[in-house]
């Protein structure tokens, strides 16, 4: 039994180990104990707040093996991307020189210090045991998270972001920061990482220059890697892109990692997310059913499976008692469910509803 719920302080030694075992090492989910325990500390004040509009909230979750009495998972959002500091970003542009002296006109390709995403809502830090990669519980543990934003939008903002790791060489190294960052702080690519994590990005986006880059003023292996997810990150984005995200023009500073972004109302998990009643029933009298997500409506006890979406004739979500108690609900009780399974997931149909880019930045 998986279960997705808020972070208490007992998950401090999980979070040290999925920390760790990040790949590539998260500079918003850094193994350093002391910053794992502030983020615990602040999660749990956010779930605990009386909250009328986003600001500097962390909600952070830990899927749960209860099988296994573990931790196996993390994930969070912050309410607002920028509610402290500044949430920079390179945003991808187009600069046109002309003469019409020389009869010449050329358009060049620029990146632009940003802070457009700080109003958006971040979904980040997501670590999960490789045990469990390539089965449902990556999808339940990064996608709880909108079934937890569905329950309580005044939290949240409208605007949804996630910034996913850029590409690294053979090496471990990243293109981008080789022939961009390194010539204003001198460190290597793992060490800066490192140190982005115990404090912000934010000090970064403070030395580099104001200006636009020129693309063509960096490295082919640099301009290659801008936008360009880490390959274990393939599979996750593209997840994202069929729940209705969208690639911005925006990229991390630090890695040029691809940055989506999205109305959460056009989201599948919101389109498709409704309220039933629960009937409670033996496991083994459940129809077959596709599998779906199923939330309670308790803030601090937020909990979210995955269960069978199996609707009796007047509506009601039947579900098992196991079920039913990990969710800490009685018969009668109205659950959020929504399907785990999205639209397209993985044939032409998602690339036929990825224009690209946002068409509100186009």
Request: some cysteine; charged content about 25%.
């Amino acid at each position: 039994m998986l279960v997705v719920r808020p972070v208490v302080p007992a998950d401090l030694p999980a979070l040290e180990r999925l920390a760790g075992m990040a790949v590539p090492q998260l500079t918003n989910l850094p193994a350093h104990r002391d910053r794992l325990e502030e983020r615990i500390a602040r999660s749990r004040q956010a779930f605990t707040a009386e909250v009328a509009f986003p600001g500097d909230e962390h909600y952070t979750f830990v899927l749960e093996d209860r099988e296994r009495g573990e931790a196996v998972g993390t994930a969070t959002i912050r309410a607002q991307a920028g509610a402290r500091d500044a949430y920079y970003t390179y945003r991808q542009e187009t600069l046109i020189h002309a003469s019409q002296q020389l009869n010449v006109r050329r358009e060049v390709q620029t990146l632009a210090l940003s802070h457009e995403v700080s109003e958006a809502s971040l979904l980040c830090a997501y670590s999960l045991d490789p045990r469990y990669r390539g089965t449902s519980a990556e999808s339940l543990l990064r996608r709880a998270r909108l079934m937890f934003i569905a329950q309580y939008p005044e939290r949240f903002a409208s605007l949804l972001a996630m910034a996913f790791p850029g590409f690294l060489d053979g090496a471990g190294e990243s293109p981008f920061w080789n022939s961009v960052g390194r010539h204003f702080f001198m460190r290597d690519y793992q060490e800066i990482n490192t140190l982005a994590g115990i404090r912000s990005k934010s000090f970064i986006a403070e030395v580099m220059p104001q200006f636009p880059l020129y693309l063509p003023l960096l490295t082919p292996q640099a301009r290659a890697a801008i936008g360009r997810e880490h390959p274990d990150h393939e599979g996750a984005l593209a997840e994202m892109l069929a729940e209705g995200f969208l690639r911005s023009r925006h990229v991390d500073i630090f890695d040029a990692g691809p940055v989506i972004k999205a109305e959460r109302e056009r989201l599948q998990t919101f389109r498709r997310a409704a309220w039933h009643p629960v009937r409670i029933r033996p496991a083994h009298a459940l129809p077959d059913a596709e599998p779906a997500m199923v939330a309670n409506q308790r803030l601090g006890d937020f909990c979210c499976v995955v269960a069978r979406y199996a609707l009796s004739p007047t509506g009601q979500l039947m579900l098992s008692p196991e079920h039913a108690e990990r969710l800490g609900v009685e018969e009668g009780r109205a659950v959020l469910a929504a399907p785990l399974a999205l639209p397209g997931m993985g044939d032409d149909g998602a690339e036929e509803r990825d224009p690209g880019y946002d068409e509100g930045e186009l």
